[in-house]
């Protein structure tokens, strides 16, 4: 019977043994790892930003160039979120443009800036945006087509686009400081996605997607793995332009 008793208690003392060499290995394990720093993880090889804008902006922000610089008002410029139009068949809200040409040039745009890429690499950008227009392609107006003349086009830049104050004869214009070329001839800066034209003869509302998926544009990132995305249409009609920017939708691949 003593002998019984003798076996039980060593047992015990060797599981409270095993129990305490267990833990303080635990122990142990949880001081070492937290000593260990964790290992970067690298960016992402592709980045796809697809941008809606039923609940804001989402950091989107307007602007307008190629005007006189006193000239907001009397071009009737306007950037906000709206309602797409009825006959779209598409509910939602949409990012709604507008402006009067009276310069025969002017340039409407929404940028934003996007960050998280790997800094001073180079990356593949295709640009894919929908949109409502109610052009006809073939359409005719004052000075070019309403919706034949009227160049949407997409760029990623490194550095903010911004339109500044440029003296021209008497006039003081707002241009970019970005190359985005003129109307239909691209730039270093943005290329070319087709025009807002929309096939028939009505001016209805209705869906497009424009993309340069067959030719995407090459840029690096900064210092700090930021880009600043740009989409805007370059217009040769001397009227008004009412555009809905539904989606904007980047893929950047890093080469």
């Known amino acids: 019977m003593k002998a019984d008793k003798n076996n039980t208690a060593q047992k015990l003392r060797n599981t409270l043994k095993e129990f305490q060499i267990g833990y303080l290995s635990f122990c142990l394990l949880l001081l070492v790892s937290g000593c260990v720093e964790e290992t970067p993880q690298p960016e992402p090889d592709e980045v796809v930003i697809a941008d809606t804008f039923e609940s804001g902006m989402n950091g989107w922000e307007g602007g307008f160039a ?20 009825e006959e779209t068949g598409e509910s939602g809200r949409a990012i709604r443009v507008q402006g009067q040409n009276g310069s025969d040039d002017l340039f409407m745009f929404l940028k934003k800036e996007i960050g998280g890429l790997d800094p001073g690499a180079t990356y593949e950008v295709v640009f894919e945006v929908t949109l ?5 392609e073939s359409s005719v107006g004052i000075g070019g087509s309403p919706g034949g003349s009227v160049f949407l086009k997409a760029g990623a830049v490194d550095r903010e686009p911004l339109p500044e104050p440029v003296e021209e004869a008497s006039t003081t214009y707002l241009r970019m400081n970005i190359d985005k070329g003129n109307q239909s001839q691209d730039g270093e800066d943005m290329y070319g996605l087709g025009t807002i034209g ?3 003869d009505d001016f209805v509302y209705e869906m497009i997607m424009r993309d340069n998926g067959n030719r995407p544009q090459e840029v690096r990132a900064d210092s700090s793995g930021n880009l600043w995305l740009i989409v805007g249409t370059d217009s040769g009609f001397e009227g008004m332009t009412v555009l809905y920017y539904q989606e904007i939708k980047v893929t950047l691949t890093k080469k």
Do not use: K
């Open 66 to 85: 190629d005007l006189p610089v006193d000239a907001h008002d009397r071009f009737e410029l306007e950037v906000s979120l709206d309602n797409l139009p």
């Open 132 to 136: 409502a227009s109610s052009y006809p």
């Open 198 to 200: 929309i096939e028939g």
